[in-house]
């Protein structure tokens, strides 16, 4: 039964769509539809709008403002209107209505119920959206008319950007720096008036959101991937009702009809590149980005290189010295960089946080995922160096975070007492060392692999338990990082245990998955942030940005990968592989292999006035704050400039710590460096072939479907493992750089070595 009620002066109190369970809205002064109108530096909202005429009426700057709410067929409709009063043209620098649905996840299991902004979309002549809550619910937004930006409200959080998205506001009109799709305002003339129809609706569960927009007359871009390897074909549909025009890069690309409303788009390249597609269709204009990836070889070669050309820094913070893993992980593969200069720094920094002698921490132990971080960075330098050194250090380290560290009940806590499991991933980095440590022929590493395997597991466990009824770093909410880095840990320790132990395991990260949905750009054909996480306070300690916005992705979108492809290995449901390995190929669209840059994170605001850190020319490696406009972009790094003293520990962004001399040099921008540790673990080394229903998905590698089997091929020397799904038992021929193997089997994984492992 639908239902909807508001208060005297316009505000929504309650919506109940068809689905029957109400859709909260905000009851405070972030509640809506609400105005907010700007005129240079002075703002003014909506307080007691008066009802006349049918519409809620105001008046700002010599402009009448109204709006209207009431439900149509199955949706909620808000109309809205800007009407010049004045004798004078009016430049507005902002002009828009707050939504005022409640997005805030404050507590267990309150955020359930909660929709986040999972997707907020301008296109040049219209306007779509997409909100889930982590129970699967969805509402999808449209407006036919153009709208120039889009904004979310915060809470505060001490001084800062706070950790929970409180609401909405659509911008009708917004000056200064716009994304090139987005409409740009115009003033409004003497008399003129605007007008905006907003349209919300629940879906049902097996509706489609692109479908759905598409029966409003837009052409939709609709598909499972829009990245792939270059050399590769990218498949996809364009849905409209209406026969589309496609553009990449202002060169015609065929549309071909499939069905009445639907065509099939097929992309190709054999170079790197990155298109941007635009779709018509007489009504109106839609734009997809889509990318064809460099090899992964040649990415996570110049990902090592830039470890040393933005430098790592010890101190407070391991995401200040993240990129210490890429280097150890690019010498394990013995890649081409310079591994001199990178061990000179790893012999400065690790004794700067660590007791070498004691294994302890120095700086900052109560922030136990720095010495969670060493620990697996150890584990690699190991790898790297086949020297055991690092490996007895990180031993001890273990030893030192179960001992301090480790309630009873199994979980990891920070220096206060807090949860910290899932605050990057405290018992995958202590799986990690046992990896190594299980490589050992010695017993007393048998025993101390054992030892820690079992706290490890442990504090896995007790995330089984409780799933998402736990803390997490800063403030309390239902976050990115809580959720994907207990998925990576349930899944690595399932695949550690015998297949009849891991059901528990998958059924736990199976379910925090779907709550996690809620949280993941998977509607956007958008290659620079398809299917990444939703994350928004790091800007103002990685790159000293002040003022929250989405960072999708962000170095930190790469937990998502591990989990997800954890559980393709051990369910074989292809939709796993394919989302993460798409999650992957946008997260690297962060690195530009050919002006050799690496970008911090991609922010997909289209308007974000902020405060930012940039190069002081007057004091070298020093910073200012500078006014600047983010408007959906990639944001570079500042640690090439930004740098430590050396043999200096630092801290993490800007302040101070009592461990700590300087906070000269403090930033985490380094995080971005878990996209290439991921990127190590997942497909470096490996190709993937998955058939389902005729049809296959390959990666790192070509497939052919010959009248004597499988013949595979991968795409670099530097793949050693091939692991197959298959429908059917059959002969599988694989030509690695090494040699031919040839097997029959339906799914695991095939080694260079002609062996054949289980999943």
Not at 512 to 531: G, P
Not at 742 to 747: E, H, S, V, W
Request: aromatic share 10%; net charge negative.
């Amino acid at each position: 039964m639908m239902n909807l009620e508001w208060t005297e002066t316009g505000r929504i109190t309650k919506c109940v769509f068809h689905q029957g369970e109400a859709v909260d809205f905000r009851l405070d002064e972030y509640g809506g539809p609400a105005w907010q109108c700007r005129l240079g530096e002075e703002l003014r909202t909506s307080t007691s709008p008066r009802y006349k005429d049918g519409w809620f009426k105001e008046a700002f700057f010599g402009i009448e403002l109204r709006h209207r709410i009431k439900m149509e067929g199955e949706c909620l409709i808000i109309e809205a209107e800007a009407e010049n009063q004045s004798s004078q043209t009016m430049p507005l620098d902002q002009l828009g209505l707050r939504i005022g649905l409640d997005c805030s996840m404050e507590s267990y299991p309150q955020w359930d119920t909660v929709f986040a902004p999972t997707l907020l979309r301008c296109e040049k002549t219209w306007f779509w959206g997409l909100l889930k809550s982590p129970r699967g619910r969805q509402i999808a937004v449209f407006s036919p008319d153009p709208i120039a930006s889009w904004h979310l409200d915060y809470n505060r959080f001490f001084a800062d950007g706070g950790h929970r998205i409180l609401t909405f506001c659509l911008d009708f009109m917004q000056s200064g720096k716009l994304p090139p799709r987005h409409p740009q305002s115009l003033p409004l003339a003497p008399g003129e008036i605007r007008r905006w129809r907003i349209e919300l609706t629940e879906l049902s569960g097996g509706q489609s959101l692109t479908y759905w927009l598409a029966d409003k007359g837009a052409p939709v871009f609709a598909g499972e991937r829009w990245s792939t390897e270059c050399g590769s074909s990218l498949t996809f549909q364009l849905l409209s009702a209406a026969e589309p025009t496609l553009t990449a890069e202002g060169e015609p690309v065929c549309c071909q009809l499939q069905e009445p409303g639907v065509y099939t788009v097929t992309l190709r390249t054999e170079e790197p590149r990155e298109m941007r597609l635009i779709a018509e269709n007489g009504q109106h204009q839609s734009e997809a980005w889509v990318q064809f990836i460099h090899p992964w070889q040649t990415i996570m070669e110049e990902a090592a290189n830039q470890v040393l050309l933005q430098p790592q820094k010890m101190g407070t913070h391991c995401e200040s010295w993240y990129g210490l893993f890429t280097g150890a992980l690019a010498i394990v593969h013995d890649l081409h960089f310079d591994r001199e200069a990178y061990y000179q720094k790893v012999r400065e920094l690790i004794p700067l946080g660590f007791d070498v002698e004691k294994g302890c921490p120095i700086v900052h132990p109560g922030r136990i995922q720095n010495t969670a971080c060493m620990i697996g960075l150890l584990a690699d330098l190991t790898a790297a160096a086949q020297d055991r050194r690092p490996l007895e250090l990180g031993a001890k380290l273990a030893d030192w975070l179960i001992e301090h560290r480790q309630r009873s009940d199994g979980a990891f806590c920070n220096g206060k007492g807090k949860h910290y499991t899932s605050v990057i991933y405290i018992a995958k980095s202590i799986l990690e060392l046992v990896a190594e440590e299980r490589k050992q022929p010695e017993a007393f590493w048998q025993q101390r692999a054992q030892r820690h395997f079992e706290a490890a597991k442990r504090a896995v466990d007790e995330l089984a338990l409780h799933r998402d009824n736990i803390e997490t770093e800063g403030q309390a909410t239902l976050e990115d990082g809580m959720l994907t880095c207990s998925v990576a840990q349930l899944t690595m320790l399932a695949r550690m245990l015998d297949s009849d132990q891991r059901q528990p395991y998958i059924e736990a990260a199976e379910a925090l998955v779907v709550k996690h949905r809620c949280l993941e750009r998977t509607a956007v054909a958008d290659s620079r942030c398809s299917q990444t996480t939703l994350r928004f306070w790091e800007a103002q300690y990685d790159v000293l940005i002040m003022g929250n916005m989405i960072n999708s992705p962000h170095g930190w979108s790469a937990w998502k990968v591990y989990g997800i492809m954890d559980l393709y290995l051990l369910s074989g449901k292809r939709e796993y592989l394919n989302d993460a390995m798409n999650t992957l190929m946008s997260c690297v669209s962060l690195l530009d292999v050919e002006k050799k840059t690496l970008n911090w994170a991609f922010v997909p605001d289209p308007h974000r006035e902020v405060m930012a850190f940039v190069k002081d020319p007057q004091q070298a490696g020093k910073g200012k704050f500078v006014k600047q406009t983010i408007a959906e972009e990639r944001v570079a790094m500042i640690s090439s400039w930004y740098r430590a003293p050396e043999k200096t520990a630092v801290f993490g962004y800007l302040g101070s710590w009592p461990d700590v001399s300087t906070d000269q040099g403090g930033c985490c921008d380094n995080d971005v460096h878990e996209i290439f540790k991921c990127l190590e673990e997942v497909i470096l080394t490996k190709a993937y072939v998955h058939e389902e229903k005729d049809s296959w998905d390959a990666f790192h590698c070509t497939v052919e479907n010959t009248a004597e089997g499988l013949m595979i091929r991968p795409r670099e020397a530097l793949v050693d493992q091939v692991h197959v799904v298959l429908s059917s038992k059959k002969q599988v021929t694989v030509e690695f750089a090494s040699g031919r193997a040839t097997l029959i089997l339906q799914r695991g994984w095939i080694g260079a070595d002609g062996t054949v492992a289980a999943d």
